[in-house]
């Protein structure tokens, strides 16, 4: 009887210990009527993904004081870029950061990765703000359930190694060099020569630091805030792929939203464009003293831009072949070209 | 000979059931699977390695296959330890619980299990619709929906584990 007694409490208990850790969901839809945006990115907190992410969160909780809220989500804690991809999809958060990972969702985002094609930011703008960029390549991606706001910026990249000061393409000769998930990446590196091996960013440090890779491939602000120029002798500025980033919503989540808070959010995400590419510049004309101040040792050299342009001539050839608006879509971006 | 003599029972083990002898079966064949997912998850990092170092021209598919077996062997090891009764476990207040608390509580942490092995099924598969416009990175041939298929599998397996046993547990069996 005794034992009968206490398996009822124990089950009372349990029930009530189950039902307690319930109680958050229903407290969590009761405040429908403001929006909160959970907005993740893969930068730290140095970096120009999380400077740029502020900023939009600070314009948009201000214009839409008390109807949105944008919360950030820096170093990846709401997942990876291909993380997010899914989760933005199946409503795990409303917005998020990709840049380079945009060529694995459609093949055309892969004008993006070919070598010297964006000449400056104020090409990049120009090309942000084409018609036909527009639709056929950002809007277009909401019927893969994702839907682009505008276009920020990820930056110019740049090689660093341990080897030897890299000034044209045949000094990459069996490099071995860090690059980021992707097909283009791979092919352009091949094509001069080097060496390149995919491998996750958050082990590029400790791969440098053993040598397991001589060198690797980012922009500027990502170097520094994960501060590889630590552990690597030579910066050379190749800026040979300008990467821009952009300010993606869950399309599902997207249609929910009422249609004046959306033409705002978007109007808000465009203007941020021109608030990263500034930060962007600013930030490549300061950082390498920073870098050098850092690390005395560290030496930095210019490159010979037309030989890197010219080695690149086969990727241009392939990405025509390989992608059906490929060829179309370099002319345009070529055409837009600012004098 | 087996006739049992009230009060005594047979010294022989009785003689498995079929559903025993299926979950059995069906055991053996999990462990074989999660054995050949390591060992080419081995060769893969292997491969990468020769390629990276002796032959000089990295492979550009070695980390992200390695990585979708790691996720493989990670949930198809869980059907594996579902069964085994190997996951995590605070038992030490079970210990001390008279027995018909244990059992109340220990058929309370499988509905509990149940229900999450039924939410990797349901998620898992909304995760799986949310993958289909994608492919791997590396090669584009393979569809990402395959890779997230993982998920809601190995949750169906675990729920197909997890409901005999429990209700082995509620009826005061010990084991299956």
Redesign the interface.
Known sequence: MRAHRLMRAGIAISILLVSLSLVNVPRAGAQAQRIVIRFGHVGFPDSLFELTAQEFARRVNRELTGRVEVRVFHSSQLGTDEDMIRGVRVGALEMFLPSTIMSSVDDAFGVFEMPYIIVNRRHMKAVAEHPDVKRNLLEAQALRGLRLLGVWENGYRHVTNNVRPITKPDDLRGIKLRIPRGVWRQKMFQAYGANPTPMAFSEVFSALQTGVMDGQENPLAQIWGAKFHEVQKFLSMTGHVYTPAYPTAGEAWWQKVPPDIRLTIKRIAEEVGDYARAQGERLDNSLVAEMQKANPKLAVNQVDKRAFIAASARIYDDFAKEVPTGAALVKLIQSLTPR | MDAVVEGRESLRAPRPSVLTRLYAGFALIVEIWCALLMVAMALIVLLGVWY?YAV???L?WY??FAEFLLVWLTFYGSVLATRRGGHIGFETLLDY?????R???LV?ADL?VLAIQGALVV?GW??VQ??S???A??L?AVRLSWV?AAIPISGALMFAIGLPQLVWRAMGRQRP
Request: charged content about 30%; glycine content about 4%; cysteine-free.
């Open positions: 990276r000089q021209r990295a550009p980390d992200e619980a008279p027995r018909g608390v059992r109340a509580l309370v509990v998620y909304r995760l949310a993958a416009f994608d492919t990175i590396s584009r997230y």
